[in-house]
Nanobody
Framework: QVQLVESGGGLVQAGGTLRVSCAVSGRTFSTYTMGWFRQAPGKEREFVARISWSSGSTGYADSVKGRFTISRDNAKNTVYLQMNSLKPEDTAVYYC????????????WGQGTQVTVSS
């Protein structure tokens, strides 16, 4: 199985920067797409960013374009989400996820890491 463990969450002031990490272990494949999702209190989980492990192709939600950057370190089997110019509305639990490129849904999920942005 694939295991995902997030880290790096915390409390940051509006306008600040935070980088969350997702360590990947177990069976992994170059055909996987990695993603970041978030869920704010009282709201449904929403897509934030994705990256193809093999090609590095990325995609972002409109709400974070220009502020967030997703990346991966192949040697460390780690995917990152660099979050700049954070806003209070970015406050959420951030989840790392993975899916096979042949599938449409993310089937593997981490435990989440809390990101809180104060005004």
């Amino acid at each position: 199985q694939v295991q995902l463990v997030e880290s790096g969450g915390g409390l940051v002031q509006a306008g600040g920067t935070l980088r969350v990490s997702c360590a990947v272990s177990g069976r992994t494949f170059s055909t996987y797409t990695m993603g970041w999702f978030r869920q704010a209190p009282g709201k449904e989980r929403e897509f934030v960013a994705r990256i193809s492990w093999s090609s590095g192709s990325t995609g972002y939600a409109d709400s974070v374009k220009g502020r967030f950057t997703i990346s991966r370190d192949n040697a460390k089997n780690t995917v990152y989400l660099q979050m700049n110019s954070l806003k209070p509305e970015d406050t959420a639990v951030y989840y790392c996820a993975a899916r096979r490129d042949s599938l449409s849904s993310f089937g593997y999920w981490g435990q989440g890491t809390q990101v809180t942005v104060s005004s």
